[in-house]
């Protein structure tokens, strides 16, 4: 599904330019507003198809999730962290 | 004669194992100079590990820079809890319109969970655009 999330990183060194997403594929970066428009996998993010707060923008990519409560960003995140283990309290990616 | 053991063969083979195709990578318009900008980003999740199959790194310029700098499209491994590695790059510092760089490979390497991998570039000039592309394909198979 299509997400636009807030990018987080300096670009200096190794801390490149991102969303803080632990899975996506870049459609369109817009660095001077600080987001992106990324795709992540269906399967692995079921929560925010189905969020009573989700909002979506039309796009020429599909419709891109665009807004998401915290109720919904707590759910997304403790699934990130149930995902990915290893990585525990890591990703929180955010919807801008 | 025993060539493979009873344990070996009750194993399926990794491409049996709740196999998933994973499929990612970009291709921008002709971007701005930039600092370095991940265009995918693949962790392995836990319980699961990742066969990698190919990678391309590519950028061509698209319109001239005053003065060009470093233009660099790259892969980058980062084992769970080490520091990031550059797999493969292709690096220019020229100015000509349509000047160009890339590379395609096939590589055998198997990620564990948490391990990630990640494609990105940076474009150092001042002025001008470039077209970058990144992409891996690879196996994501149960541990």
Redesign the interface.
Known sequence: MLVRVKLT???????????N???????L?L?TQGFAYVLIPDD?HPELHKHASAKFEQTGHGDALIALDEAGHSAWHAHLD??????KGKFRPEIA | MRITSTGAAARPEYYDRNPTQVDLGSTTGSVAPHILTFRYNYTVPTGRKFLLGMWRVYWQRITAAAPVGRTDSDVQITPNGGSAIVNVDVIGLTNGVGDHDGATGGQATVLLAGDNIAGGDIDGSTGGGVVFTEAIQGTEFDA
């Open positions: 990183g300096s670009g200096v060194g190794r801390d490149a330019l991102r969303p997403l632990p899975t996506y594929s870049d459609v970066h660095h692995t149930k995902m990915y283990q290893e990585h």
